[in-house]
């Protein structure tokens, strides 16, 4: 199961991926992996040589735990000495087939925050240790059950907050980042070996004319980083949401855009201007995107010193926006508030909403184009219509209508992104040096860095305090 959480060790990693394969992990750690509140089922894990035995001295059953085969249920009670604590089904998974490579037994309990801390209690006091987060995940990474980027899927697939993004993570999590990634560094590996060999033997391994080969493999390899470098800002906003901000001159109708899209009365609306001063934002779902989106003060020239603070930050949101939505009053002449936030937003991602479609109309799309030629829809957000025609601009705008998750991999994870670009300046400079004709050991350093780079993102070429962040990040017993 992968929706538990993890806690990870605090014994010595090697480094480097080979060195933590190498590493002997001998305490058994347990947590509670559910979420803390009254429920049906409550989960407790136990993970470690010991596991079968810590579940032997407190669970009472027809059988002993650890006589039976891997991957069975057992019905029994839990209990502490003479006293019973709870009724429960108890799941056996021995190493290496488990989630941690471990020997692993899950208990099934009532879920009431009581029983369930009492059961964990119990396992502890014979002889677990309690688990810090992210460590069962940690040690299904040490174990070689999964590389880094898996196991980075992990916690996006619990955290995934629309399906685009719980797709993405799924993927991941079944190893498309981590195949992308091994096949450039086996790329990479075999041209730096061929080199060194030359170096090493010239009289039977010639290097006549390979610069040319090697800047042809370089630019296909480049070609691949920036294809996934690219997809950063798209796997950002499936996995955070879209960054989107409404903007438009006071009473365009932004607060009530806003309300509608949330589904109920969140922002304030009268019939005064000014009315909204600060940011009120929200996450919501529009169609399977997520958009995190924040209603502002109305933009315009004021003496009101609290408004004209508003106001400010109205423009340094859109200023960050992904996506920004320019509520128009179509039922009011444009005015120098409205032609300043066109010249304000014509560089950025925007949508304009001609709202109020349901009074007799004053602007027109044509009167818009003059200014900004950007995707336009009539809507009314009093009486919700042109919602639909907004989702479906949105997911067109930045997912080209639909997202392929077949064979497309998509960056979600800004440290991934990180090593990319490293990856990719150090290819650059492999190719400079082609280039510059200098010598083939040049080609071998920046060949290895960027080798180097792209194994910190499966966790090959990584050291323990990186790991240990990453994995503090978990939630406690995943």
């Known amino acids: ?48 040589p010991d596991a079968f035995e810590i579940a032997d001295r407190i669970y009472k059953g ?88 898996q196991a980075e899927a992990v916690i996006d697939v619990i955290h995934s907050k629309n399906e685009y993004a719980l797709k993405n993570s799924v993927s991941q999590l079944k190893g498309s980042v981590q195949r992308k990634i091994s096949a ?34 370089v630019e296909e390899l480049l070609k691949e980083l920036k294809k996934l470098i690219d997809t950063a800002d798209n796997g950002r906003m499936m996995q955070e949401g879209i960054r989107t901000v409404i903007v438009g001159k006071p009473n365009a109708g932004k607060s009530s855009l806003l309300n509608a ?47 004209k603070i508003g106001v400010d930050r109205a423009k340094n949101q859109a200023e960050d926006a992904d996506l920004i939505i320019f509520v128009v009053d179509s039922s009011r002449n444009l005015d120098e508030n409205d032609f300043e936030i066109m010249e304000m ?62 064979d497309e991999v998509y960056i979600t994870n800004v440290r991934q992104k990180e090593a990319l670009e490293q990856a990719f300046t150090s290819l650059k400079q492999v190719k400079r040096s082609i280039e510059d004709g200098m010598p083939e050991d040049f080609y071998t350093i920046d060949l290895m860095d960027a080798y180097e780079a792209l194994g910190s993102i499966t966790g090959e070429t990584i050291g323990e305090d990186l790991v240990n962040e990453i994995f503090s990040k978990f939630c406690m017993g995943k």
């Open 1 to 48: 199961m992968f929706f538990e959480q993890e806690n990870i060790s605090s014994a010595e990693y090697a480094g480097t991926r080979e060195g933590a394969d190498m590493m002997k992990v001998t305490e058994t750690i347990a947590a509670i992996s559910t979420a803390m509140s009254d429920s049906g089922i409550g989960i407790v894990r136990i993970s470690g």
């Open 62 to 149: 027809k059988k002993t735990l650890s006589s039976q085969p891997s991957h069975t249920v057992h019905y029994g009670w839990i209990k502490d000495g003479e006293n019973t604590i709870d009724e429960v089904l108890v799941m056996l998974m021995r190493g290496p087939h488990s989630y941690t490579g471990e020997d692993t037994v899950e208990i099934d309990c009532h879920g009431g925050i009581f029983v369930v801390r009492k059961i964990l209690e119990t396992v502890l006091k014979n002889g677990a240790r309690a688990a810090e987060p992210g460590e069962f995940t940690k040690r299904a990474f040490l174990n070689g059950r999964m590389d880094l980027s």
């Open 184 to 217: 450039m560094r086996e790329e990479i590996l075999y041209h730096t070996a061929y080199i060194e060999s030359a170096l090493d033997d010239p009289e039977h391994i010639s290097l006549d004319g390979y610069g040319d080969t090697l800047v042809e493999k």
């Open 261 to 307: 899209l949330v589904g109920e009365e969140r922002a304030i609306v009268t019939e005064i201007e000014g009315t909204t001063r600060d940011i009120l934002e929200e996450h919501i779902q529009l169609n399977g995107v997520s958009l995190n989106i924040m209603d502002t003060a109305g933009i315009r020239k004021t003496e009101d010193v609290v408004e």
């Open 345 to 406: 937003i014509q560089d950025k991602n925007v949508i304009v909403l001609l709202n109020k479609s349901d009074l007799e109309t004053k602007v027109t799309k044509e009167m818009i184009q003059e200014h900004l030629d950007k995707p336009m829809i009539e809507i009314s957000a009093k009486e919700e219509e042109g919602i639909y025609e907004l989702e479906q601009t949105v997911k067109e705008m930045f997912f080209r209508g639909e997202i392929a998750f077949n």
